[in-house]
């Protein structure tokens, strides 16, 4: 059977690509400056939050944001969701540049919602 879009679902590519654009915009020529890591951080999600809107997409999104300076110190995130694993969805874009590395983790949860079946 092969996938028909139907405009509902969630497109990782999608995603990706505008949340890269987000730290780009944000983040491009910076360099790592914890007073700064709030701003970015708030900018960061601003303007994810306003690309994926702009995607017209059946979802509540939730964007988190981990920007951690490098020093030679590992980073590893994890996740775990209880959902409809159908019609919701999860995209995790790393960034990273001389100084600094950038997690922005995407959930997507679908405003599609079944009408619950009527009992007799």
């Avoid at 491009?28 to 914890?34: C, I």
């Avoid at 981990?66 to 919701?88: C, E, P, R, Y």
């Avoid at 997507?108 to 079946?117: A, C, K, M």
Wanted: include cysteine.
């Amino acid at each position: 059977m092969d996938f028909v879009e139907t405009g509902e679902e969630f497109l990782l590519e999608d995603v990706d690509t505008t949340i890269k654009s987000a730290i780009g915009s944000v983040l491009n020529d910076a360099v790592f400056n914890a007073s700064k890591v709030n701003d970015w951080s708030n900018n960061i999600i601003s303007s994810g939050l306003k690309g994926l809107q702009s995607l017209n997409r059946p979802f509540k999104y939730v964007l988190t944001v981990i920007i951690m300076q490098k020093n030679g110190a590992g980073l590893t995130t994890a996740v775990s969701t209880f959902w409809d694993a159908t019609k919701d969805g999860l995209c995790k874009v790393t960034w990273e540049n001389a100084s600094m590395h950038c997690i922005v983790t995407v959930y997507g949860v679908s405003l599609n919602l079944d009408s619950p079946s009527e009992t007799d």
